[in-house]
């Protein structure tokens, strides 16, 4: 029986490294997904953003309205994300079980507030990038472009 504990305290020491890079794996993809779907709304809304900044918006009102550009996105990706998580776990953990051990999946409610709110984050500084763009969008340019 100690034969056996020690065997699957070996495979968690040797599975840990696996789990945290692909936490930084995931929390790096969506950072680069974030920022290509930002950057995609960017190049079709620029003289949208242009126009309001023209109008008199600063950079509060402007980062409000590319943040509800992104709710969408937002919402979508979660509503994918966490069922697609769940069940990756679930398969990843029955790949690391074996015949003299077995695992069972386990998440709970403080782990997906984690992971939703690290994408969150992702999604605010990719936004805050977008704000610095648009800011610096040069406005007779982007409004002539629009005629």
Known sequence: LEA???GGQEILKGVTPTVIAMIVAAMLLTIVVAYCLGT???AERRTE???LRALGYGPKRLFGVINA???PSLLLALAAGFPAGVT???VFVAAVSTDVRSYQPQIGLPALAAAG?????AVLLV????LRAVMRTNL???VKARE
């Open 4 to 6: 056996q504990s020690a």
């Open 40 to 42: 995609l709304k960017l």
């Open 49 to 51: 953003y242009a126009t």
């Open 69 to 71: 550009d992104t709710i």
């Open 88 to 90: 990756f776990l679930s």
């Open 117 to 121: 709110l690290m994408v969150i984050a």
């Open 127 to 130: 936004n805050l990038a977008l």
């Open 140 to 142: 007779p340019e982007a």
